[in-house]
């Protein structure tokens, strides 16, 4: 299995940008779609982005379209998060996920997970 390590979480204002990071290590990474999935306090862990080994297909949640970007680097093994116009609704531990295959937007598909990193947005 491979294993994941996030970074680049933090407090920004509305409307500013954050880019998260995923690391991805022992494992063949373009073989497997990686996605971000994020929870806020009380909510259940939902789905923001995904994207194809080969980087051709990518799906985002309504709610992020237009200001995500997700993105990777299989020369480096890592995934990001490119986040623009940032909501105070945005606020929530962001996590990186990777499954082998396609890519798929439910929680349960993905079998490896990295332990999130935090992304606070104050109004």
């Known amino acids: 299995q491979v294993q994941l390590e996030e970074s680049g979480g933090g407090l920004v204002q509305a409307g500013g940008s954050l880019r998260l990071s995923c690391a991805a290590s022992?494992?063949?990474?373009?073989?497997?779609?990686m996605g971000w999935f994020r929870q806020a306090p009380g909510k259940e862990r939902e789905f923001v982005a995904v994207?194809?080994?080969?980087?051709?297909?990518?799906y985002y949640t309504d709610s992020v379209k237009g200001r995500f970007t997700i993105s990777r680097d299989n020369s480096e093994d890592t995934t990001y998060l490119q986040m623009n116009s940032l909501k105070p609704e945005d606020t929530a531990v962001y996590y990186c996920?990777?499954?082998?295959?396609?890519?798929?937007?439910?929680?349960?598909?993905?079998?490896?997970w990295g332990q999130g990193t935090q992304v606070s947005v104050s109004s």
């Open positions: 994207i194809s080994g080969s980087s051709a297909t990518t």
């Open positions: 996920a990777a499954r082998r295959g396609i890519p798929r937007i439910t929680r349960n598909d993905f079998n490896s």
């Open positions: 022992g494992g063949t990474f373009s073989s497997y779609s």
